[in-house]
């Protein structure tokens, strides 16, 4: 009967707890400062919203980065904090993958580019090349995501030379 008067953090999703507020030109802009935004108010939900946060905020970083608007120096300091969070969080595959989705969801609701490959062709991009100086459109950004990921699906680009 008074169910809504449960704190149930379970049902809680990432989208509900970020307010769409900012109004900024680029795509990762926009989700990397309405995270941060609710940063303080996702902290006390579970470790699960948590994981979910700290996967958004580090494609992000990835994306800005790549895009030109993050130094390395930004790009390295939200990878370690995706570290920090991801060790005081489960460390379970399960959970990781369940906060990635979370993550996922939540991008999605800015543009619906943001897809499960999507994102990891934008980490690969950031952790495996040097990023040239200059600013990139989300246009040209996403143009050069997609390129990338289909060479590394036509075998273009091997993941052994990613992971080196």
Same mark, same amino acid.
């Given at each position: 009967?008074?169910?809504?008067?449960?704190?149930?953090?379970?049902?809680?999703?990432?989208?509900?707890?970020?307010?769409?507020?900012?109004?900024?030109?680029?795509?990762?802009?926009?989700?990397?400062?309405?995270?941060?935004?609710?940063?303080d108010e996702i902290r006390m939900h579970s470790k699960e919203m948590h994981m979910a946060y700290a996967y958004a905020?580090?494609?992000?970083?990835?994306?800005?980065?790549?895009?030109?608007?993050?130094?390395?120096?930004?790009?390295?300091?939200?990878?370690?904090?995706?570290?920090?969070?991801?060790?005081?969080?489960?460390?379970?595959?399960?959970?990781?993958?369940?906060?990635? *989705?979370?993550? &996922? $969801? #939540?991008?999605?609701?800015?543009? /619906?580019?943001?897809?499960?490959? @999507?994102?990891?062709w934008i980490d690969a991009i950031a952790k495996n090349f040097k990023i040239p100086p200059?600013?990139?459109?989300?246009?040209?950004?996403? *143009?050069?995501? &997609? $390129? #990338?990921?289909?060479?590394?699906? /036509?075998?273009?680009?091997?993941? @052994?030379?990613?992971?080196?």
């Amino acid at each position: 009967m008074f169910n809504f008067l449960k704190n149930n953090n379970q049902s809680m999703k990432l989208v509900d707890l970020v307010p769409k507020k900012s109004r900024g030109e680029l795509l990762f802009d926009r989700i990397n400062a309405d995270l941060g935004s609710a940063s303080d108010e996702i902290r006390m939900h579970s470790k699960e919203m948590h994981m979910a946060y700290a996967y958004a905020r580090a494609t992000s970083a990835s994306a800005l980065y790549i895009q030109g608007y993050f130094s390395y120096d930004d790009y390295d300091y939200v990878e370690s904090m995706f570290k920090a969070i991801s060790m005081e969080t489960e460390p379970s595959v399960a959970f990781q993958e369940k906060a990635f *989705r979370e993550s &996922i $969801d #939540f991008m999605k609701t800015y543009n /619906s580019i943001c897809t499960a490959n @999507f994102v990891k062709w934008i980490d690969a991009i950031a952790k495996n090349f040097k990023i040239p100086p200059g600013h990139l459109s989300d246009g040209m950004f996403i *143009r050069l995501v &997609i $390129d #990338f990921g289909h060479k590394l699906q /036509s075998n273009e680009i091997s993941k @052994f030379d990613l992971d080196r």
